[in-house]
């Protein structure tokens, strides 16, 4: 079994007690790490590949030590002008053992997924009672046809149209509600 996960930014393959060089983690030497940004995973039966992310899996991992990698050299030279500027670079590394790779709980955070934007987004929910109370405005005019205000100037020439008034296409909401008042 092998994964695909996101670690301090960039992407590794990991195997089940794989040692790992990543770059330096805030986690202390021997603590234990767990990674939830699984982009791909593979049981040998079936291959699982997230959308960007698989929800419910993980990898977890444990904090052998902290180290440097090895030297870099960085030289800088222009020619004929006498600018020569040499720098080393080592960078900050974090030794991981991967103890655990989890699919478990996939299948039971699919069944959670649709609920959590129905908790999560409150102007939805705002939204919901006007779009319930928008309905039976627009099927009180039907009825009615008394609440000019509130329709368009659109659904204003129709009523119009339907009650024959002439010379409805020079006038405008305010002339429309008076003609069909009348």
Same mark, same amino acid.
């Not at 079994?1 to 670690?7: F, L, Q, R, W």
């Not at 202390?28 to 939830?36: C, I, L, P, T, Y």
């Not at 020439?157 to 002339?175: L, Q, R, V």
């Given at each position: 079994?092998? %994964? /695909? #996960?996101? +670690?301090a930014g960039q992407q590794f393959k990991v195997v089940q007690d794989q040692k790992l060089f990543v770059h330096r983690l805030a986690e &202390?030497?021997?603590? @234990? #790490?767990?990674?939830?940004k699984v982009y791909l995973l593979d049981d040998g039966k079936k291959v699982s590949i997230g959308a960007p992310a698989i929800t419910g %899996?993980? =990898?977890?991992?444990? #904090?052998?030590?902290?180290?440097?990698?090895?030297?870099?050299? =960085?030289? &800088? @030279?222009?020619?004929?002008?006498?600018?020569?500027?040499?720098?080393?670079?080592?960078?900050?590394?974090?030794?991981? =053992?991967?103890?655990?790779?989890? $699919?478990?709980?996939?299948?039971?955070?699919? $069944?959670?997924?649709?609920?959590?934007?129905? *908790?999560?987004?409150?102007? !939805?929910?705002?939204?919901?009672?006007?779009? *319930? @109370?928008?309905?039976? &405005? *627009? !099927? $009180?005019?039907?009825?009615?046809?008394?609440?000019?205000?509130?329709?368009?100037? !659109?659904?204003?020439?129709?009523?119009?149209?339907? *009650?024959? +008034?002439?010379? +409805?296409?020079?006038?405008?909401? $305010?002339?429309? /509600?008076? !003609?069909?008042?009348?």
């Open positions: 079994m092998y %994964a /695909i #996960v996101e +670690i &202390k030497e021997g603590s @234990k #790490v767990s990674f939830d %899996a993980s =990898v977890e991992a444990k #904090v052998v030590s902290h180290l440097k990698g090895d030297k870099v050299i =960085v030289f &800088k @030279k222009k020619r004929r002008k006498g600018y020569r500027v040499k720098n080393g670079h080592r960078q900050a590394l974090t030794e991981l =053992v991967i103890e655990k790779i989890q $699919a478990s709980g996939s299948k039971a955070q699919k $069944a959670a997924e649709p609920e959590a934007p129905k *908790k999560v987004t409150k102007a !939805a929910a705002d939204k919901a009672p006007a779009t *319930k @109370k928008a309905a039976p &405005k *627009k !099927a $009180a005019p039907k009825t009615a046809a008394k609440d000019f205000a509130s329709m368009t100037v !659109a659904q204003l020439k129709e009523e119009a149209k339907a *009650k024959g +008034i002439e010379g +409805i296409s020079s006038m405008k909401k $305010a002339d429309l /509600i008076a !003609a069909l008042s009348k």
